[in-house]
């Protein structure tokens, strides 16, 4: 059964994710060097902050999960926490870059406590809002179609932060780049409040479980475990988020240390945002075609051959190496969408086989996974370059800058092929999701519709 949304809850919808994406593509793009060069610790602190508290947070999600699960309220289980978090998530948002007078005691526990929040406060807004999508509709291509949204929303935020944030930071630090920093994600922050609220008012939820099912978290979870698809995709999203957080997070010492220019990591993020937002754009229309699964492992072999670009073109070799990014994230953007449509395909291959509906805590244990990969990537990425020799603001030794080459080649090259070789063994076909989606829909008008408006 064929569920079509209008262009415009859509976009309000994609809304959502890019105000979700100013800070995330801060945290993947920025953090790492705000902490080391403008906070004042060192790599090997800030990696282990991202490692503890990452994985705390990727704990808190199934708890999110099951919580918006058992949500009721006027508005639908999930859309309401999109409303209720935009505010804490804007301050704390500002408050993470925010560099105090303390010592250097008193800056460790100010990092931990706010990293430690804004971790938190994004679980409490994001699985929910990750949710939506397998509830907004039951056609398994418009929830692609959706997904392609929000990428490119989400990417076009990451446009902003990684080409934009850092001649921000100069203009309005003025000399400053703690003060810099504190303006530039005041703003987007305030931007993620108003986006979210918009996503909000925007959409509206379709999918519900039975209302005759009975809540059990023990069932909730033997019922996830037993699903294959998402024991895949939970290995497939692990690897992914290392793979982007590892990359992420290295290019900009790369530029930096290696090339010389700063500045052209604005240019290099540039052009290659473009080229993803291309990618996805172009996703729903190859899934269609290709199939997710095989187009996924496509998008991340060639993501990975593309990775090892800066292995072997020289660090001054610029328009080389902008356009290797070119071509990488145009194969990588084509994947962005397919993650975030397969938790909706997961959700109903769960309850097709159990006649149970989870969507919060599928979609949640999935985001635990994303968490845990982010604080893999991040953590090993700062430990790599503590090993490395790598020393903040100062000129690095011929093996720190070789840490840094091998680290946005080769280790996170390595990573999106491990994602690659764990898809093949994802089972659900594009024929399997569309009987699925209309044997589910046979099903649910034995209990009616119960939209939540």
């Not at 080391?36 to 060192?42: E, P, R």
């Not at 962005?336 to 449509?341: C, E, K, M, S, T």
């Amino acid at each position: 059964m064929i569920q079509k949304l209008s262009a415009g809850e859509k976009i309000g919808y994609a809304l959502g994710d890019m105000a979700a994406n100013f800070i995330f593509q801060a945290m993947l793009a920025l953090q790492l060097s705000y902490y080391t060069d403008t906070f004042g610790l060192s790599a090997a602190q800030a990696g282990t902050l991202f490692l503890v508290v990452g994985l705390i947070a990727a704990a808190f999600n199934p708890v999110m999960g099951v919580i918006a699960d058992r949500t009721n309220s006027k508005w639908g289980k999930f859309r309401p926490w999109l409303l209720w978090t935009a505010v804490p998530f804007g301050i704390i948002g500002l408050l993470t870059f925010t560099t105090p007078s303390l010592s250097m005691t008193g800056k460790l526990v100010y990092a931990w406590t706010t990293y430690l929040l804004l971790r938190l406060i994004y679980a409490v807004n994001n699985v929910p809002y990750a949710s939506l999508t397998a509830v907004l509709t039951g056609d398994p291509d418009e929830r692609t179609s959706i997904a392609s949204y929000r990428q490119v929303a989400a990417n076009a935020a990451g446009f902003i932060v990684q080409a934009l944030a850092i001649p921000m930071v100069l203009y309005f630090g003025r000399g400053s780049s703690a003060r810099g920093y504190q303006i530039t994600m005041g703003l987007l922050s305030l931007l993620s409040v108003i986006f979210f609220i918009v996503a909000f008012l925007c959409t509206k939820e379709r999918i519900q479980p039975d209302p005759q099912q009975q809540t059990s978290l023990t069932r909730d979870l033997s019922d996830l475990f037993r699903n294959g698809p998402w024991v895949v995709l939970f290995l497939v999203t692990t690897f992914y988020f290392a793979a982007i957080a590892m990359r992420g997070s290295v290019m900009l010492p790369y530029f930096k240390y290696l090339a010389g220019n700063q500045d052209l990591f604005s240019w290099f993020n540039g052009f290659g945002l473009a080229a993803l937002i291309l990618g996805v754009m172009c996703s729903t229309w190859l899934s269609v075609r290709l199939g997710k699964r095989p187009l996924f492992i496509l998008s991340m072999a060639l993501s990975g051959l593309f990775n090892l670009a800066v292995l072997v073109l020289p660090p001054h070799a610029t328009v080389a190496i902008i356009t290797s990014e070119v071509l990488r994230q145009f194969c990588y953007g084509t994947s962005g969408p397919l993650i975030w449509a397969m938790m909706g395909d997961v959700a109903d291959y769960g309850e097709w086989k159990t006649g149970r509906r989870a969507t919060g805590t599928v979609t949640a244990a999935v985001v635990f996974a994303l968490w845990v990969g982010l604080a893999i990537g991040g953590a090993i990425a700062g430990w790599l370059f503590s090993y490395y020799g790598y020393v903040s603001n100062a000129v690095q030794t011929a093996r720190a800058l070789n840490g840094i080459r091998l680290t946005a080649g080769l280790y996170s090259g390595l990573l999106f092929f491990a994602t690659a070789a764990c898809l093949f063994f994802y089972p659900l076909s594009r024929k399997l999701n569309h009987s699925i989606s209309d044997e589910l829909a046979g099903r649910r008008k034995g209990f009616g519709p119960q939209s939540a408006s």
